[in-house]
T-cell receptor, first 116, second 112 residues
Framework: NAGVMQNPRHLVRRRGQEARLRCSPM?????VYWYRQLPEEGLKFMVY????????ESGMPKERFSAEFPKEGPSILRIQQVVRGDSAAYFC??????????????FGPGTRLTVL | DAKTTQPNSMESNEEEPVHLPCNHS???????IHWYRQLPSQGPEYVIH???SNVNNRMASLAIAEDRKSSTLILHRATLRDAVVYYC?????????????FGKGTLLTVNP
């Protein structure tokens, strides 16, 4: 039973390039969450998606960042025109469809983005 | 979001119980208390969660104060693999209990 998969694990981009981070949730999970961990800080919520829908993007920067979770395929976090301040670890988590008022989140290993 | 306060670090001995404290004096009535832990270079791992009553699972126990302003994660017998960072988190209220905000956590050292 594979866990949450993220790729690539490490990504290096130059300023101005685009970064695309992929997340495959656990089998049977239809909810995906993205978090960002800046150096020396804790994880911060970015966005919550269900299949083909963005439920809550209150933690996403207003510009350059976007996320999708298509009907088929992995969830994608896209960062356009990256800047040095985007260097961080980006974690994806998934949970099953709601069974009540609480769902445990299962985290992937993260993608470490370095912007040169 | 309500904040939590944890010690930066704690130390214990192998095979002894560990009590990791967390203060959350501004918790609201609908906030869940979550504990996650994170190994180096990996994503967080769920440990336990609770609302009002004490909780037990195969990994740990969660003791919640009667006024809910503090809680304690209890590891019954510490092992060397438990020497990681532990995060105490309050979820958003009003149905947004998926929104987890991690602080700096407590780094647990386990002496053999």
């Amino acid at each position: 039973n594979a866990g949450v998969m993220q790729n690539p694990r490490h990504l290096v981009r130059r300023r101005g390039q685009e970064a695309r981070l992929r997340c495959s949730p656990m089998k049977g999970h239809s909810h995906v969450y993205w978090y960002r961990q800046l150096p020396e800080e804790g994880l911060k919520f970015m966005v919550y998606l269900q299949k083909e829908n963005i439920i809550d993007e209150s933690g996403m920067p207003k510009e350059r960042f976007s996320a999708e979770f298509p009907k088929e395929g992995p969830s994608i976090l896209r960062i356009q025109q990256v800047v040095r301040g985007d260097s961080a670890a980006y974690f994806c988590a998934s949970s099953p469809a709601s069974r009540g008022d609480y769902n445990e989140q299962f985290f992937g290993p993260g993608t470490r983005l370095t912007v040169l | 979001d309500a904040k939590t306060t944890q010690p930066n670090s704690m130390e214990s001995n192998e095979e002894e119980p560990v009590h990791l404290p967390c203060n959350h004096s501004t918790i609201s009535g609908t906030d869940y208390i979550h504990w996650y832990r994170q190994l180096p270079s990996q994503g967080p791992e769920y440990v336990i969660h609770g609302l009002t009553s004490n909780v037990n699972n195969r990994m740990a126990s969660l003791a919640i104060a009667e006024d809910r302003k503090s809680s304690t994660l209890i590891l019954h017998r510490a092992t060397l693999r438990d020497a990681v960072v532990y995060y105490c988190i309050l979820s958003g209220s009003g149905g947004s209990n998926y929104k987890l905000t991690f602080g700096k956590g407590t780094l647990l050292t386990v002496n053999p």
